[in-house]
Protein backbone atom coordinates (compact mmCIF):
# COMPACT_ATOMS: atom_id res chain seq x y z
CA UNK A 1 0.00 0.00 0.00
CA UNK A 2 0.67 3.62 -0.25
CA UNK A 3 3.52 5.20 2.15
CA UNK A 4 3.22 8.51 0.96
CA UNK A 5 -0.41 10.13 0.41
CA UNK A 6 -0.34 14.05 -1.02
CA UNK A 7 -3.50 16.07 -1.11
CA UNK A 8 -5.08 16.90 -3.18
CA UNK A 9 -4.69 15.22 -6.12
CA UNK A 10 -5.54 17.91 -8.60
CA UNK A 11 -6.47 21.40 -8.79
CA UNK A 12 -7.09 24.04 -10.84
CA UNK A 13 -6.91 27.45 -9.73
CA UNK A 14 -7.27 30.97 -11.40
CA UNK A 15 -3.95 33.31 -11.59
CA UNK A 16 -3.02 34.79 -8.48
CA UNK A 17 -4.62 32.58 -5.97
CA UNK A 18 -2.12 30.62 -3.82
CA UNK A 19 -2.42 26.80 -3.65
CA UNK A 20 -1.16 23.92 -0.89
CA UNK A 21 -0.31 21.12 -1.35
CA UNK A 22 0.37 18.34 1.64
CA UNK A 23 2.68 15.70 1.63
CA UNK A 24 1.87 13.03 4.55
CA UNK A 25 4.46 9.51 5.30
CA UNK A 26 1.66 7.53 6.30
CA UNK A 27 3.48 4.97 8.67
CA UNK A 28 6.99 6.06 9.31
CA UNK A 29 8.33 9.55 10.50
CA UNK A 30 10.15 11.07 7.81
CA UNK A 31 12.60 14.09 9.36
CA UNK A 32 13.56 14.91 5.29
CA UNK A 33 10.87 15.17 2.62
CA UNK A 34 11.60 16.30 -1.09
CA UNK A 35 9.14 18.33 -3.34
CA UNK A 36 9.62 17.77 -7.31
CA UNK A 37 8.44 19.59 -10.05
CA UNK A 38 7.88 17.63 -13.48
CA UNK A 39 6.79 19.10 -16.86
CA UNK A 40 4.99 17.19 -19.36
CA UNK A 41 7.76 14.71 -20.95
CA UNK A 42 10.52 16.03 -19.22
CA UNK A 43 12.16 14.61 -16.10
CA UNK A 44 11.89 15.00 -12.17
CA UNK A 45 13.44 18.21 -10.74
CA UNK A 46 14.17 18.24 -7.67
CA UNK A 47 12.79 22.04 -6.50
CA UNK A 48 13.59 21.81 -2.47
CA UNK A 49 14.55 19.43 0.65
CA UNK A 50 11.65 20.34 3.17
CA UNK A 51 13.25 19.61 7.16
CA UNK A 52 11.63 19.28 9.89
CA UNK A 53 12.29 21.84 12.70
CA UNK A 54 14.37 23.74 10.34
CA UNK A 55 14.09 25.79 7.32
CA UNK A 56 13.72 24.40 3.86
CA UNK A 57 16.61 24.15 1.64
CA UNK A 58 15.99 25.00 -2.02
CA UNK A 59 17.57 24.39 -5.67
CA UNK A 60 18.78 26.86 -7.29
CA UNK A 61 16.61 28.69 -9.82
CA UNK A 62 13.79 28.11 -7.20
CA UNK A 63 11.99 31.00 -5.30
CA UNK A 64 11.56 30.63 -1.91
CA UNK A 65 9.11 33.30 -1.41
CA UNK A 66 7.33 31.88 -3.73
CA UNK A 67 7.30 28.41 -3.23
CA UNK A 68 6.51 28.37 0.56
CA UNK A 69 7.72 25.02 2.36
CA UNK A 70 6.77 24.19 6.25
CA UNK A 71 7.82 20.74 7.46
CA UNK A 72 4.77 20.67 10.37
CA UNK A 73 5.63 17.68 11.67
CA UNK A 74 7.22 14.37 11.35
CA UNK A 75 4.74 13.29 9.06
CA UNK A 76 4.10 16.62 7.18
CA UNK A 77 5.65 18.83 4.82
CA UNK A 78 3.45 21.43 2.72
CA UNK A 79 4.32 23.41 -0.36
CA UNK A 80 2.45 26.64 -1.05
CA UNK A 81 2.52 27.99 -4.49
CA UNK A 82 1.80 31.71 -3.93
CA UNK A 83 0.54 34.10 -6.12
CA UNK A 84 0.23 31.17 -8.77
CA UNK A 85 0.47 32.03 -12.27
CA UNK A 86 0.04 29.78 -15.45
CA UNK A 87 3.78 28.62 -15.71
CA UNK A 88 3.66 27.10 -12.55
CA UNK A 89 1.03 24.98 -13.95
CA UNK A 90 3.15 21.47 -13.38
CA UNK A 91 2.68 17.96 -11.51
CA UNK A 92 4.14 18.35 -8.02
CA UNK A 93 5.44 14.99 -6.61
CA UNK A 94 6.95 14.35 -2.85
CA UNK A 95 9.07 11.84 -1.66
CA UNK A 96 10.22 10.47 1.97
CA UNK A 97 12.88 8.72 2.80
CA UNK A 98 12.25 5.91 4.97
CA UNK A 99 14.79 3.96 5.63
CA UNK A 100 18.65 4.21 6.20
CA UNK A 101 19.46 2.79 2.52
CA UNK A 102 18.18 6.23 0.80
CA UNK A 103 15.23 4.72 -0.76
CA UNK A 104 12.38 6.98 -1.24
CA UNK A 105 8.83 6.58 -1.58
CA UNK A 106 7.06 8.92 -3.86
CA UNK A 107 3.41 10.52 -2.76
CA UNK A 108 1.21 10.04 -6.02
CA UNK A 109 1.47 13.56 -6.96
CA UNK A 110 -0.59 17.26 -7.22
CA UNK A 111 -1.26 17.92 -11.09
CA UNK A 112 -1.89 21.81 -10.53
CA UNK A 113 -3.13 23.85 -13.67
CA UNK A 114 -3.44 27.48 -13.03
CA UNK A 115 -5.97 29.18 -15.83
CA UNK B 1 26.67 18.61 -15.78
CA UNK B 2 24.49 16.22 -16.17
CA UNK B 3 24.89 13.66 -13.21
CA UNK B 4 23.40 10.90 -14.46
CA UNK B 5 22.79 9.89 -18.49
CA UNK B 6 20.04 7.34 -20.10
CA UNK B 7 19.42 6.62 -23.36
CA UNK B 8 15.88 8.12 -23.78
CA UNK B 9 14.60 5.63 -26.50
CA UNK B 10 11.91 5.41 -26.71
CA UNK B 11 12.57 1.40 -27.30
CA UNK B 12 9.62 -0.44 -28.84
CA UNK B 13 10.11 -3.98 -28.39
CA UNK B 14 7.96 -6.97 -28.63
CA UNK B 15 6.69 -8.83 -25.95
CA UNK B 16 8.54 -11.88 -25.35
CA UNK B 17 12.23 -9.75 -25.97
CA UNK B 18 14.72 -8.81 -23.89
CA UNK B 19 15.84 -5.31 -23.75
CA UNK B 20 18.78 -3.57 -21.69
CA UNK B 21 18.68 0.01 -20.74
CA UNK B 22 21.98 1.31 -19.65
CA UNK B 23 22.71 4.22 -17.73
CA UNK B 24 25.82 6.35 -16.58
CA UNK B 25 26.67 7.90 -13.20
CA UNK B 26 29.89 10.64 -12.37
CA UNK B 27 29.35 10.67 -8.43
CA UNK B 28 32.02 7.77 -7.94
CA UNK B 29 31.40 8.35 -4.51
CA UNK B 30 27.73 6.65 -4.67
CA UNK B 31 26.62 3.75 -3.01
CA UNK B 32 23.95 2.53 -4.21
CA UNK B 33 21.28 3.52 -6.83
CA UNK B 34 17.87 2.55 -7.97
CA UNK B 35 15.82 1.84 -11.05
CA UNK B 36 12.30 3.51 -10.75
CA UNK B 37 9.67 2.76 -13.12
CA UNK B 38 7.16 5.54 -13.62
CA UNK B 39 4.04 5.57 -15.96
CA UNK B 40 2.18 8.15 -17.74
CA UNK B 41 0.90 11.05 -15.43
CA UNK B 42 2.16 8.87 -12.23
CA UNK B 43 4.45 9.07 -9.70
CA UNK B 44 7.57 7.10 -9.89
CA UNK B 45 7.79 3.40 -8.15
CA UNK B 46 11.02 2.07 -7.14
CA UNK B 47 11.69 -1.25 -9.04
CA UNK B 48 15.40 -2.20 -7.66
CA UNK B 49 18.02 -1.09 -5.86
CA UNK B 50 21.13 -2.13 -6.39
CA UNK B 51 23.85 -1.72 -3.96
CA UNK B 52 26.81 -4.37 -4.79
CA UNK B 53 27.65 -5.68 -8.27
CA UNK B 54 24.03 -6.49 -8.92
CA UNK B 55 20.36 -7.20 -8.08
CA UNK B 56 17.95 -9.80 -9.50
CA UNK B 57 14.12 -9.55 -8.98
CA UNK B 58 12.06 -12.22 -11.07
CA UNK B 59 12.46 -10.95 -14.87
CA UNK B 60 14.44 -8.12 -14.32
CA UNK B 61 18.52 -7.64 -13.53
CA UNK B 62 20.02 -4.97 -12.47
CA UNK B 63 23.97 -4.51 -12.52
CA UNK B 64 26.36 -2.25 -11.63
CA UNK B 65 29.95 -1.62 -13.07
CA UNK B 66 31.99 0.67 -10.95
CA UNK B 67 34.69 1.07 -12.75
CA UNK B 68 33.12 2.34 -15.53
CA UNK B 69 30.86 3.80 -13.64
CA UNK B 70 27.18 2.51 -15.09
CA UNK B 71 24.29 0.66 -14.23
CA UNK B 72 22.47 -1.27 -16.73
CA UNK B 73 18.90 -2.89 -16.16
CA UNK B 74 17.88 -6.18 -17.93
CA UNK B 75 14.17 -7.40 -18.27
CA UNK B 76 13.60 -10.53 -20.09
CA UNK B 77 10.48 -11.30 -21.35
CA UNK B 78 8.72 -8.41 -21.44
CA UNK B 79 5.12 -7.61 -20.79
CA UNK B 80 2.93 -5.16 -22.56
CA UNK B 81 2.88 -4.03 -18.61
CA UNK B 82 6.28 -2.97 -18.58
CA UNK B 83 5.62 -0.33 -21.13
CA UNK B 84 6.52 2.76 -19.09
CA UNK B 85 9.32 5.12 -18.64
CA UNK B 86 12.45 3.95 -16.03
CA UNK B 87 14.54 6.47 -14.44
CA UNK B 88 18.09 5.72 -13.01
CA UNK B 89 18.51 7.37 -10.40
CA UNK B 90 21.60 8.01 -7.80
CA UNK B 91 22.07 9.76 -4.34
CA UNK B 92 23.12 13.04 -4.62
CA UNK B 93 26.00 13.28 -2.25
CA UNK B 94 27.46 10.46 0.53
CA UNK B 95 25.20 10.04 3.13
CA UNK B 96 22.17 12.65 1.94
CA UNK B 97 19.12 11.41 1.23
CA UNK B 98 18.29 13.58 -1.57
CA UNK B 99 18.77 11.62 -5.24
CA UNK B 100 19.53 12.57 -9.17
CA UNK B 101 17.55 11.12 -11.52
CA UNK B 102 18.45 10.44 -14.91
CA UNK B 103 15.64 11.28 -17.67
CA UNK B 104 14.78 8.27 -18.18
CA UNK B 105 14.05 5.68 -20.89
CA UNK B 106 10.80 4.66 -22.40
CA UNK B 107 9.81 1.27 -22.92
CA UNK B 108 6.93 0.56 -25.03
CA UNK B 109 6.19 -2.96 -25.50
CA UNK B 110 3.89 -4.20 -28.28
CA UNK B 111 1.84 -7.06 -28.86
Known amino acids: GAVVSQHPSRVICKSGTSVKIECRSL??????MFWYRQFPKKSLMLMAT?????????EQGVEKDKFLINHASLTLSTLTVTSAHPEDSSFYIC???????????FGPGTRLLVL | RKEVEQDPGPFNVPEGATVAFNCTYS??????FFWYRQDCRKEPKLLMS???SGNEDGRFTAQLNRASQYISLLIRDSKLSDSATYLC????????????FGKGTKLSVIP
Open chain 2, 89 to 100: VSPSGAGSYQLT
Open chain 1, 95 to 105: SAPRDQKETQY
Open chain 1, 50 to 58: SNEGSKATY
Open chain 2, 50 to 52: VYS
Open chain 2, 27 to 32: NSASQS
Open chain 1, 27 to 32: DFQATT
